[in-house]
């Protein structure tokens, strides 16, 4: 099955990029460019999914409801 999540990616501290999705708690990853902190984010959602499906669980569904504020 094919999803779509949504997934935010922002320059850590230590100066790897990290890859969180908003809709699965907890699931983060990092990476040391963009492109690996997103090929290591869905990875990461996979096997969330997975887990959640092994123990019979649901699976939170996505909403994309992200805004962008200017301050």
Same mark, same amino acid.
């Given at each position: 099955? &094919? ?5 935010? +990616?922002?320059?850590? #501290?230590?100066?790897?990029? %990290?890859?969180? @999705? !908003?809709?699965? !708690?907890? @699931? /983060? ?10 090929? &290591? /984010?869905?990875?990461? /959602? #996979?096997?969330? +999914? ?8 649901? +699976? ?7 805004? %962008? %504020?200017?301050?």
């Amino acid at each position: 099955m &094919n999803q779509r999540r949504q997934v935010l +990616v922002y320059p850590g #501290e230590d100066g790897f990029w %990290v890859a969180e @999705c !908003p809709s699965l !708690p907890g @699931c /983060i990853s990092q990476g040391a460019s963009k492109l690996e902190a997103l090929a &290591n /984010i869905k990875e990461a /959602i #996979e096997g969330y +999914v997975a887990a959640l499906q092994a123990d019979s669980l649901p +699976v939170p569904e996505d909403h994309f409801d992200a805004e %962008v %504020v200017s301050v």
